[in-house]
């Protein structure tokens, strides 16, 4: 069999062991399920692609039998670290939305281009120095309150600090530099703080 793309998401799955036959898959969508176990079956020879979203997976695992994966989506999970992926030197964009991150750790030597960590508790940019080739970068709805760390990044073309904590303008020194920048949003909740603006 040479499948190469499978959706399989919207189910009640517990696993993919199943999915070991599958030598020539490209391209996996097992989101909205119930697994709690990530990439548990035999790796195919060059996937490319997963979702994995809203899941219950609390822990990043069995990425390096994918050496060729360059986009790993794990949004809507229980995952409180980045770990496992040092081995992954094709992936280009890793999507962590809606987790339990407090920190940015685990991505040293990984060529990343897009990054998005939307909706988690983390409070500060630490671990982008790591991240030299990044372009996109979603942090909004975090509790970041200063901008340090940014500096490092100087390829970085999209950033979102929406919803955040920043409450003084002078923390922009640490995007002055980024001569590559088109896009900044730093829009305040303007529920909780009662204003509302956009740089």
């Avoid at 190469?4 to 062991?17: K, V």
């Avoid at 999970?77 to 280009?92: A, M, S, T, V, Y």
């Avoid at 060529?111 to 970068?137: C, M, Q, V, W």
Wanted: glycine share 4%; with cysteine; proline share 3%.
């Amino acid at each position: 069999m040479y499948l190469q793309s499978i959706d399989l998401s919207c189910n009640g799955l517990t696993t993919l062991a199943p999915l070991s036959s599958l030598k020539h898959l490209l391209k996996l969508n097992a989101s909205s399920n119930k697994l709690t176990n990530m990439l548990d079956f035999d790796p195919p020879a060059a996937l490319e692609w997963v979702d994995l979203s809203d899941n219950q997976i609390s822990k990043i695992e069995n990425v390096e039998k994918n050496p060729y994966l360059r986009q790993l989506f794990l949004d809507k999970n229980c995952i409180e670290k980045i770990q496992g992926l040092e081995n992954n030197k094709h992936l280009r964009v890793l999507s962590l939305n809606e987790n339990k991150f407090k920190r940015i750790t685990g991505l040293k030597d990984i060529n990343l281009e897009e990054l998005f960590l939307s909706k988690n508790y983390i409070d500060k940019l630490h671990g982008l120095e790591a991240l030299p080739f990044l372009r996109t970068l979603d942090m909004s709805h975090n509790k970041v309150t200063f901008l340090n760390g940014l500096q490092h990044v100087s390829n970085l073309r999209f950033l979102n600090l929406s919803f955040n904590k920043i409450e003084k303008v002078q923390q922009l020194r640490y995007v002055e530099g980024l001569e590559l920048l088109t896009e900044l949003d730093m829009c305040y909740n303007p529920i909780q703080n009662k204003k509302h603006y956009r740089i």
